[in-house]
């Protein structure tokens, strides 16, 4: 009579634990993996964010390059670009001027 008990109960307990698992796996394949697709969908959101971010600096850079080269000027003798110089020499020594880019064969200077 005891061991026809123990068996029931031990039948039940099994019941139980196979009924967990499977609420478990239902609920896994539920939640689980419109989770596991979320996760998916932030990274590759995020995956965009991060290129877009790095291609927005590039594109930042190379404009900042754009308006220096726009703001440099052209030699007023050949016409070439001009590059920031610093006077060593004279009445204006220390001060920033533009040099020709031809210089010593050019010698064409204007004032920043
Ligand atoms: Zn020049």
């Known amino acids: ?27 896994v394949a ?3 993996l ?14 965009c964010a991060i290129r877009s971010a790095r291609a927005r600096r590039q594109t930042g850079k190379s404009a900042a390059s754009a308006n220096e080269s726009v703001a440099t000027p052209h030699c007023p003798d050949c016409s070439a670009l001009m590059v920031k110089r610093v006077a ?10 533009w040099g020709c880019s031809n210089y010593p064969k050019c010698r064409g200077t204007r004032s920043i």
Do not use: N
Request: net charge positive; glycine share 10%.
């Open 1 to 27: 009579m005891a061991i026809a008990q123990i068996d029931q109960f031990t039948q039940a307990l099994t019941g139980t634990m196979v009924q967990v698992i499977v609420v478990c796996a239902i609920l």
């Open 34 to 47: 419109p989770l596991y697709w979320f996760r998916l969908k932030v990274e590759q959101a995020l995956i």
């Open 88 to 97: 060593r020499h004279g009445s204006g020594a220390g001060s920033t001027f």
């Open 30 to 32: 539920v939640v689980g």
